[in-house]
């Protein structure tokens, strides 16, 4: 079992910056892939970025724009996000794959607005 907690969320103007961090606990040894994803009200969950020993992907709307990061504990993934538009504005969660099973965890509200 792998438990995921968000952090970071908040409110910010157009153009501003925010920073996510998530931590796991658990059976973290058997993770391989941490992301985030995200889900605005009446849409599904879309993928936002994922890392994995190193390699990133990221969604062609936040390219340029935000920056996924695995900090030196194993444990732990930070999305950095700049240039924040209001389209932006979603739940964030972040993902932890072990490949036999994909959690989650609550999600953050960030919003972007003036």
């Known amino acids: 079992q792998v438990q995921l907690v968000e952090s970071g969320g908040g409110l910010v103007q157009p153009g501003g910056s925010l920073r996510l961090s998530c931590v796991a606990s658990?059976?973290?040894?058997?993770?391989?892939?941490m992301g985030w994803y995200r889900q605005a009200p009446g849409t599904q969950r879309d993928l936002v970025a994922v890392?994995?020993?190193?390699?990133?992907i990221y969604a062609d709307s936040v390219k340029g724009r935000f920056t996924i990061s695995r900090g030196n504990a194993a444990n732990t993934v930070t999305l950095q996000m700049t240039s924040l538009r209001p389209e932006d504005t979603a739940v964030y969660y972040c993902?932890?794959?072990?490949?036999?099973?994909?959690?989650w965890g609550q999600g953050t509200q960030v919003t972007v607005s003036s």
């Open positions: 993902s932890a794959d072990t490949l036999s099973r994909l959690y």
């Open positions: 658990g059976t973290i040894s058997h993770i391989n892939t």
């Open positions: 890392i994995r020993d190193g390699s990133t």
